[in-house]
């Protein structure tokens, strides 16, 4: 500490003055004693009447969004302070939020930090520890504001609504007729009220309008059931060497999907969000250190659900995708979709998923390419594979536009019989 040199200084001076007798050294002693008494009793009142609040814009960000937080200081003293200091102790990667400032009487300062949400995952913003002393450094204090907030980073999500997926054209599959006592997206008429009926089945327009109670009959849904398949097989995932600095939501995405892993994740994240605005059920089935199933469901709240997984996921898994998909088969029925996110180069996934697809579940595998991310291993034996079974594939490359790379020629459509197709739904990447 700077205090006790001084202390170390004065007491060697002390020593020649009383060795030496001369005036000066005695002058300088008392100096150095004023010095260190004024810096202490200063570093006390340093801090006194010092608010620090922050506040952030939200909770929730996408990679490649800017996370906007404000901070506030507030001298509610009578004394002015000539410097504090305001260090940031946030796990966010790259948020710059410490700052030094100085007040006068009464005074506030504030400024707002910007950052670029780099990584997926949950990250704690705060706490904050404020510094500040004399104006030597001799004395410091601090003080921590314990305060945190949590932000969840989900995956980036890319606008698929204007483009033409292969998925997009799964067939909804026949309609039912068939009623059924549950509430579904599917009214297929209304009759009068009788007694035992729920009351969220009314249709009070149709009662306003007869004059008597009506209620809503409904059918079983007959839309496909959209399973996503993510493969975690960490033996298959490759990171590419990335150099770029994150100037712009464009640039941000472009520099940070760095790998087959923040691809996948992505272009699972992007399917679920198209398919469930379009009010798809949509399940999920990924491997991590050990498989996770997200049953499938409806609306936002399963969005959210999706996301949140997403976020944390990490391909760590050792299993292999034909594993995955042969020990959760039973998921997949006739009114299914699978759709397979997977950079494998292990062309035994390939017949696992034609043999889903003989059982008329509808299949679509995306690959992304681990040899153009820097991977020794090509895609190319999968691909032909794919090709002599009939599964319709996509193949997407490092460094691809995702809104081009998921769509698809209007004439190629992804049909029920897929076991005597010989075609592939594969658009070249454009930058192939």
Not at 138 to 154: G, K
Not at 275 to 287: E, K, P, S
Not at 300 to 326: C, M, N, P, W, Y
């Amino acid at each position: 500490m700077a205090w006790i040199r001084v202390v170390v200084l004065a007491s060697v001076v002390l020593f020649l003055s009383q060795l030496n007798r001369w005036v000066v050294f005695d002058k300088l002693f008392f100096v150095l004693l004023g010095v260190l008494a004024v810096s202490f009793v200063w570093s006390r009142f340093a801090l006194q009447g010092l608010v620090v609040t922050r506040r952030t814009t939200t909770d929730r960000a996408h990679v490649g969004e800017q996370l906007v937080e404000w901070v506030e200081v507030q001298n509610r003293s009578r004394l002015g302070k000539l410097w504090v200091e305001v260090l940031d102790r946030s796990e966010l990667p790259g948020h710059r939020l410490s700052r030094v400032v100085s007040l006068g009487p009464n005074a506030t300062v504030s400024w707002r930090a910007k950052t670029w949400c780099t990584r997926r995952g949950r990250f704690r913003l705060g706490p904050i520890v404020v510094r500040s002393g004399d104006p030597f450094g001799l004395f410091e204090r601090r003080v921590l504001v314990p305060v945190t907030h949590q932000l969840v980073v989900y995956p980036a999500v890319v606008d698929l609504s204007t483009v033409r997926l292969p998925a997009g054209e799964l067939p909804g599959g026949s309609q039912l007729q068939k009623r059924t006592p549950y509430v579904t997206p599917n009214v297929s008429g209304i009759r009068q009220y009788q007694p035992g009926d729920s009351f969220n089945r009314i249709a009070w327009s149709a009662s306003a309008r007869t004059g008597q109670l009506m209620v809503k009959e409904f059918e079983l849904d007959p839309s496909t059931d959209v399973w996503l398949v993510l493969d975690g097989d960490q033996r298959h995932h490759v990171r590419a060497a990335v150099t770029g600095e994150v100037r712009s939501a464009a640039s941000a995405v472009e520099v940070l999907l760095d790998s087959t892993e923040e691809y996948a994740v992505t272009i699972a994240a992007s399917l679920a969000r198209f398919f469930l605005d379009q009010n798809r059920a949509v399940g999920l089935i990924a491997q991590g250190p050990r498989s996770v199933v997200l049953p499938t469901d409806r609306g936002a709240r399963q969005l959210v659900k999706i996301l949140d997984f997403l976020a944390e996921f990490h391909a760590s898994g050792t299993v292999s995708l034909q594993e995955l998909l042969l020990a959760e088969q039973a998921h997949f029925g006739r009114q299914s979709a699978i759709i397979v996110i997977t950079p494998s180069t292990d062309e035994t996934w390939v017949r696992a998923l034609a043999e889903l697809a003989l059982r008329s579940v509808r299949a679509l595998a995306v690959i992304v390419e681990p040899s153009t991310f820097g991977g020794s291993e090509s895609s190319l034996l999968v691909v032909s594979e794919l090709t002599a079974l009939g599964v319709p594939f996509v193949l997407v490359k490092y460094g691809d536009d995702l809104r081009r790379a998921l769509a698809m020629p209007v004439g190629l459509v992804l049909s029920g019989r897929q076991g005597g197709q010989r075609g592939a739904a594969h658009l070249a990447p454009p930058h192939s």
